[in-house]
């Protein structure tokens, strides 16, 4: 796994001296396990350059994920409304450690950022989708996720300060949603809702995502702020009735 994750997007292909630096494994280790990987299919050799990418395989993983998991399965004639009601991104997101990733998106013929795609990853703390979450934890928890993240200003106008973000979580909370205006790319505005379980927990959260080129703050704020919060709720409640 060691050698898997070593391919984390920044380069296509890879050497075995570059596995090796990346791993802390020598020389030795290096060769086996990419042998091994080779041999099962989840790595490629380049026959000329003798470097190592990752194979179409590992695809299989996000898919069983996907096929299999519950949540998705539940929100997708959501979001899909959704994104045909509004003809905006929507998303649904979960919570893994101090990020969110991205497990559903819809996208529309006015997606703002094309590179965020299913399997993305974003810092928790400074997106809707993470506020709206992490504003369902008690504060020891909310705590212990912000000492374990980096926090760093991304945008000017990202709000990146412990204060300020428990402060902000005390406001989502009585809200009931989370909007966050390029905080972590310029030009996005974002709205979300945490999806919640039996115990009013978050566990992933839907999203819309605008342009700022197609967002009208007086007409838009409060009407996507219903969308997410009702959408959100749909698919709580049905969850709820399925474990009562």
Known sequence: MKVLTAFDGSKRQLSLSEIAALTDFDM??????????????????????????????????????????ELVSR???????LGSE?????????????????????????????HVITGSRLPAYCTA???????????GEVEDILSR???????????????KIKERLAQIRKQGYAHTEDEYFVADISTAAAVTNAHGRGIGAVNIAVARARWQADRDEKRFADLVISTASAISTRRRMDQA
Request: charged share 15%.
């Open 129 to 139: 989708p993470g506020l709206a979450i992490l504003a369902t934890f008690q504060d």
């Open 149 to 163: 993240t980096n926090l760093v200003s991304f945008t000017p106008s990202t709000v990146y300060q412990p204060r």
């Open 28 to 69: 030795s280790a290096t060769q086996r396990f990419t042998f091994t990987l080779a041999a099962l299919g989840y790595l490629l050799k380049d026959p000329d350059s003798r470097k190592y990418e990752l194979s179409p395989k590992l695809v299989d993983f996000t898919y069983h994920y996907l096929i299999s998991n």
């Open 86 to 114: 509004t003809e905006e991104a929507t998303n649904l997101t979960v919570l893994d450690d101090t990020d969110i990733v991205f497990v559903l998106r819809i996208v529309s013929r006015n997606v703002f950022n094309a």
């Open 75 to 81: 929100a997708t004639p959501y979001l899909q409304q």
